[in-house]
């Protein structure tokens, strides 16, 4: 029976920081970064271990599990994913996804204002979403790609005059571009905080199941051309004929 004191084990690996927690409802038993450059499998699997060794608990023991769904790696957002989908499946256990921006915007209070969570998605943009804190969070735009004189064009027409806290990964990468395009920037370097995907999966989910199925859980892209779907087979080819 699912409760908001469920024993739950979250990761986010979005970024080039690896985080994972365990947490006791809201309450954090464990949390680790690492950082990674390939993201590969054994290197989570290694870090799950040793935060369930450190927290003397075995995998079954784990209620719920929340991976991010993104925007962020695309390596990292599939390797987690399918990691704890497996466990998921082989312990019978629910799994969740949560955005990486509402963590870094979550764990940003008590800011106050408008608060932009960023993350560093290459290629000379960022991934943005805005924020305004009053009594609780408020999500102010869609999860956007900008790059930073769009980011600097949509402060302006939204939030006009305003001051904006810029939080996440993205920086320092982006300070100085940022900067020198605008002087109502407030600019701090985070990481995302898997302890934040669970303390927002248990507002959303207090002691119910997921409100997507399992086998439909996937990463959310933005920048679509960050992977290929691969083409089906045209066996009218001649390199796919057999003769005989």
């Known amino acids: 029976m699912l409760t908001s004191d469920s024993l739950i084990l979250a990761l986010d690996t979005a970024t080039p920081v690896q985080s994972l927690a365990i947490t006791r409802g809201t309450t954090i038993l464990f949390e680790a970064f690492s950082r990674s450059q390939n993201k590969e499998g054994p290197g989570l699997l290694s870090l799950v271990d040793d935060a369930l060794r450190h927290c003397e608990l075995k995998i079954a023991d784990i209620e719920r599990f929340v991976v991010s769904r993104g925007p962020g790696a695309f390596t990292g957002l599939r390797v987690s994913m399918a990691m704890l989908k497996s466990l998921a499946l082989t312990l019978d256990k629910p799994l969740y996804a949560a955005s990486s921006l509402d963590a870094i915007a979550r764990d940003a ?68 571009k940022l900067l020198s ?35 439909a859980l996937e990463p959310k892209y933005i920048r679509m051309d960050d992977f290929e779907v691969p083409k089906p087979f045209d066996f009218t080819q001649p390199q796919y004929r057999h003769n005989g």
């Open 181 to 215: 395009l605008c002087d109502r920037l407030i600019i701090r370097n985070s990481n995302p905080r898997a302890a934040m995907l669970a303390h927002i999966v248990l507002e959303q989910f207090p002691d119910s199941l997921p409100d997507v199925p399992l086998e």
């Open 109 to 176: 209070l008590p800011a106050c204002g408008i608060t932009a969570a960023c993350i560093d998605a290459r290629r000379g943009e960022l991934y943005v979403a805005f924020y305004r804190y009053d009594n609780d969070i408020q999500k102010l735009s869609d999860e956007l790609l900008l790059k930073p004189a769009d980011f600097i064009e949509y402060m302006d027409h939204a939030f006009p005059g305003q001051t904006v806290t810029c939080v996440g990964p993205a920086f320092p990468t982006y300070t100085q």
